[in-house]
């Protein structure tokens, strides 16, 4: 079990873009071509985003990615926590847990000392020490954003 970051030339790259594609289609309204661009263009830089793969046995499991902004422009708030997504017959395995852990940790080694997430759900990310800031509206609908604080208080 790893969990890897994944450039454009990853082997699971494009399965992860399937994946975003067939979340946000919909949702977002945004075509294969947006999405497979956003990624294509900014995952070989220095800066966020940052996209991550669970993978066992060269399974991927789940993925999650580490944003800027994500859909909220407000630059007091980054990096986001975003994407967290782990595929329907390996879900309610703690999976989830170990993603939100992992992008803890990177948070921490690229010099935050908060991560933020933006969600829908109610008494989910709580339980991964995430602390309910405010609601926002977007235009993808109203969100509650989150945020955790990453060092320890003295």
Known sequence: ?????????????????????QWW?????????????RYTNTLNTQTLPKLYALII?????????????DDIDNESYTPYLANVYIKE???????????????KNKSISLGYNTLFLHSHHLNYYEKYSFT???????????KRIY???????N
Not at 25 to 37: A, D, F, P, V
Not at 147 to 153: F, G, H, N, T
């Open 1 to 21: 079990m790893a969990i890897i970051q994944i450039n454009n030339n990853n082997r699971y790259f494009q399965e992860i873009i399937n994946i975003y594609y």
């Open 25 to 37: 289609g919909n949702i977002k309204k945004l075509s294969y071509e947006e999405i497979l661009s």
């Open 57 to 69: 046995n060269d399974t991927l499991i789940g993925t999650y990615s580490l944003e800027a902004k």
């Open 89 to 103: 017959k390996y879900r309610h395995q703690g999976y989830s847990k170990l993603l939100i852990q992992d992008a």
């Open 132 to 142: 309910f800031i405010k609601e926002v509206s977007t235009k993808y609908g109203n």
């Open 147 to 153: 945020s955790c604080s990453l060092k320890k208080k």
